[in-house]
Every structure is written in C-alpha cells, then in structure tokens.
C-alpha cells in the first residue's frame, strides 16, 4: 500500500529526529526517553515554529518551501543523500546541486579516465571546469598539462583559446551549442559569484558570446558528434556521450569514441606516436 507524500516525509523527518544524538548536540539528555530530540529543537534550529513542525511530521503541514527544507536539512544534519531524499519528498524534485569549490578528483575516477585510453575522457564540473583528464584528451582535444588551472575551462578555452577555436571544424556553430548548453548547466547551480564573474568575462572578451548569451537558448549536449580539424591527420569525428557521477551530481563524464575505423585509426596514430616520443 502507497503512502501519500506527506505522509513520507513526515515519517522521515520523524526517523531523522529521533536517530540524532541529542548529548553530542549540545541538549541535556536528563529525562529523555530517546537519545533523539524533541519536536521543539527541531523547530528551533530550523526557526520555524512548533506547531507547524509537529503538523508536518503528522503528514498535515502543507507543501513546505525550499528555504525551509533547506533549514530542516541543516538542523538534522542531513547528508547530501538524505537532502535529496528530504527534496524529494517536500516537493517532488531533486535541489539545487550545490557547486563544490574543492576540485580535488578521487582516485578512482581518475583511474577510470585511464582506462578508456585510447579515447578521450574528461571530467568538468557544473560550471565546465575540466578538473581530470586522460592522456588521449590531452593528446586529441588540449594539452590542459600546459593551462593554468582558470584556463582549464571549456567555455574559456572555446572563446579565449585560439589553438582550441582553430580546431573546431564550425567554431561559430560549437559556440552556439556550447553556450546553450552551458545556460542550462548552470540553471542546476544557480547564478553563483562564480558564473556571473565567468560569464562577464567572457562577454567583455567576446561579443558573439555575449550576444549568445542574451538570446537565453537552451541545448542538450549530454550526446552528439564533434567534428575537429587536425595539422597533423586532418579532419576527425568524435562520438561523444556524458555521464553523471551518481556519487558526485556536481561533476559529469564526458567520454569520446572515434565515429569510423578511419577515426579510430587516425587516434591511435596520435597516441602511439607521442608515447614513441615520450
């Protein structure tokens, strides 16, 4: 038998409440019959009042809004999991990812990005930091090796990098779809500090991608075809797919494979002859 939302979440912010340690939080634990707290300390740390905390633990309080799920996940020391779960529940989608400012890539996932090698595999972030990358990226796509960490951006790179722009078989057209995509990124995060610095930058930089950004279109990047212009093997197509990082939504994979045999060729042709060098 399914239960109603509310009822839920009700059931779940009772399981938080009572699981919490309310001795470790500070409380006094004297006359307690749960190590959990009470129904008013909640409310009181979340600043809300108590009555209506009690109702929606009964599955009778209303839609509560963002800011206040928010505060109760702060007051029940929710991990990002159980925040979601918390959204979820309240309102019926997921909150916004939250930016992480540490850059730092386990291990893990860098090995990942080893193993596709021979095909080009990076990891960026919500505001397109590429953050790790494999030795096919680097050979293929951009020696990031050689970037400053700000520079390892891919909207920089696509309008501030010029050996990026003159790879790009339609540069006007990759421009267009990467802003687009870009715009509907970035709706996940939020206008941030962080983006309106990137995205007055770039408009002060260039004024296609500042009359790109005011046109507000959207794209879906997450699969598609990137066509490149090599010196060295001349034209070469990319299959490319993203991927989210269940462990991680504010990171994404983005993997490419050669789209013909003459592709695959012309890759593993770059790769073997840098690791002769090496």
Request: proline fraction near 5%.
């Amino acid at each position: 038998m399914a239960f109603p939302l509310s009822q839920q979440l009700g059931a779940f912010l009772k399981e938080r409440r009572q699981n919490l340690d309310a001795r470790a939080l500070g409380y006094d634990s004297q006359r307690r019959r749960t190590l959990g707290l009470r129904r008013e300390e909640v409310a009181q740390r979340a600043s809300i009042s108590v009555t209506w905390y009690t109702w929606l633990e009964q599955g009778r309080g209303g839609a509560p809004s963002v800011p206040v799920l928010e505060r109760l996940s702060q007051a029940l020391l929710l991990t990002d999991t159980e925040r979601e779960h918390l959204f979820l529940l309240g309102v019926g989608h997921p909150p916004q990812t939250k930016h992480q400012e540490n850059q730092a890539i386990p291990a893990h996932l860098q090995h990942v990005l080893n193993t596709l090698n021979p095909c080009p595999a990076l990891i960026k972030n919500l505001t397109w930091d590429i953050l790790a990358w494999n030795d096919a990226a680097r050979l293929v796509l951009t020696d990031y090796t050689r970037l400053e960490p700000e520079q390892r951006n891919i909207l920089r790179l696509i309008f501030s990098h010029e050996p990026v722009r003159q790879h790009q078989a339609d540069w006007e057209a990759v421009a267009r779809m990467v802003v687009g995509a870009f715009r509907a990124d970035i709706a996940r995060v939020g206008e941030s500090p962080r983006v309106q610095h990137l995205v007055q930058e770039l408009s002060a930089k260039s004024a296609f991608f500042a009359t790109l950004w005011e046109t507000h279109s959207v794209q879906d990047l997450s699969e598609g075809i990137k066509y490149l212009h090599r010196s060295d093997c001349g034209a070469l197509a990319l299959n490319y797919s993203s991927f989210g990082i269940h462990a991680r939504p504010d990171l994404s994979l983005l993997v490419y494979s050669p789209a013909t045999d003459e592709d695959a060729s012309k890759i593993a042709t770059i790769f073997s002859v840098a690791h002769k060098t090496i």
